[in-house]
């Protein structure tokens, strides 16, 4: 079966987000106004497997292997079977 | 009052996507198959407005102007009142 899979990865608590502070920045220099600025990425793919805990296994796999670095990220993975199928 | 803001960023259809090329190569090097890999950002902060429309009327201005390329991306603004408040 096929299905779509959306991994969220976050900075943890605490490690510096240089990217979030230039945009924040930036954003002052222009006029706009915002705090706590954050950035998240998400990598999205589909996979065929059996059954969800099998996709829950592999992705978190993938997540320790080469997606995230466990040491200064946080990830969420979010599996749903794939919809037009 | 205080809102919370999420801005989703992603690519307009057809362009060419090389973080995520490159994240399925990789993937596939390591022994996971998976298809149509794509990435999405997110750039999150808070602010203080009278009201939504307000909100969705200056975030729609720093998307165009600071935080994506109408040219090639596509964005999704996302508002809620901060909860701790």
């Known amino acids: 079966m096929k299905y ?16 979030a502070s ?4 930036a954003l002052a220099l222009l006029g706009y106004e915002v705090q706590d600025t954050d ?3 998400i990598v999205k793919f589909s996979m065929d497997e059996e059954d969800t805990n099998a996709v829950e296994k592999e992705v978190d796999d993938m997540c320790q292997r080469l997606l995230c670095n466990p040491v200064i990220h946080n990830y969420e993975i979010q599996i749903s079977p794939m919809r037009d199928e």
Chains 1, 2 share one sequence.
Request: proline share 4%; no cysteine.
């Open 4 to 19: 779509d899979v959306e991994v969220k990865i976050s900075l943890k608590k605490g490690m510096l987000n240089p990217e």
């Open 22 to 25: 230039t945009i924040q920045r």
């Open 39 to 41: 950035t998240v990425n």
